[in-house]
């Protein structure tokens, strides 16, 4: 009898075990851990508690004793308790990975609304059933307000996938994957498990959410900056080979904002940390889908699209200041100066990409040194 009750839940604890070794696996690479990060690790554990209760669930009902109507009644409420939990820990990792900002959670409560909303439920069940009951033969039923808890934890989901489409063009490819795929396989499971009574799918389900979102938001590594959501270096070096690769003319643009270490100096990093995003939303803004745009380093810039055209150039640069003129953006954007300068990559050539780098940039402080007057750098003779 026994047997065939850990039989029946079975799936409950491969699940809990295949997610244990995720778990092992995040510890044992002993990285340094973001706020994110370590809401991902509190959504693992979260879900092997759930798969383990509600595996315990099915393995107390209907046993004919006081001590297993207790057990059930326990690990059910504790159950329903915990599933929002792991909603608003998803939704905190989410935010977190868009908007970079623990006040912006402090400000949303932590995204624990629907955690509250289950503890009152659950509260309130222990006097009237409304979420679940134990007969006095130890066997669970449903109750009206069963859909209460998992909609208010679905409703979270949804406005964090709003969240993500809504900011989509700043994140990578591999958060909006890990976050379907975070959403579609526990909808898929909760719909199996309320439609067929008795079937336990929900939990298992998430957990094979959860295992193939830590594949895409956590393995997957990023070709992103932090700050400005702009492409990396690393990534306009993969661009560009590909393009050297296929023969294919582009030009590459190099960017470099004048004066930016007095601006930094005079209002401090925050200042300087908005101007970088929001020059970076600027060359978004001006280039739109046509070119790879990229944070180099530091206060410089790059721009890779297919151009062999030096008047295109020289028009997407007064694209730019008039852009900055936008009444949009802060004082401290509107007037920015920059220097700028280009290169081109054309049939037949055999330049390597640093030296198409080196090609642009010295165009680059030839226009600075036009723009401030003074020698290209303190090197130069």
Known sequence: MILERFTAIDINFYAAFFLLIVLVIIYTKKDVYSFSSNMFKYIIITNIVLLLFEGFTFFYNDIQSEFAWYMNYSFNAIVFLLTPLVGSFWAMYIDHKIYNSKERLKRRLYYLQPFLIGLVLSIVNLFFP?????????????????????????????????LVIKNVRLLESNVISGVLLFMIFPAVGGLVQMMFYGLSTLFSFMALGVVAS???????????????????????????????????????????????????????????????????????????????????????????LLSNNDEELLDYKQYIFDELKNPIYSKYINGLKFSYGYGFYRDGDTKTIDQLIVEADNKMYDDKAVNKNHKRRKSDR
Do not use: C, Q, W
């Open 130 to 162: 409304i979420l679940f009951s134990i007969s006095a033969d130890n066997v669970y039923s449903r109750e009206p307000l069963i859909l209460v808890n998992i909609l208010t934890m679905y409703i979270l989901l949804f406005y964090i996938f709003y």
């Open 214 to 304: 830590y594949i895409f938001l956590e393995t997957v590594g990023t070709s992103k900056d932090h700050l400005t959501k702009l492409f990396t270096r690393i990534k306009t070096d993969e661009y560009i080979k590909n393009l050297m690769d296929r023969n294919l003319e582009f030009a590459m643009i190099m960017i470099d904002l004048d004066d930016f270490k007095e601006l930094n100096d005079s209002h401090g990093h925050s200042v300087g940390d908005e101007v970088l995003k929001s020059f970076g939303i600027v060359l978004m803004n001006v280039f739109s889908r046509n070119a790879l745009v990229s944070r180099f380093g530091g206060d410089e810039f790059s721009i890779v």
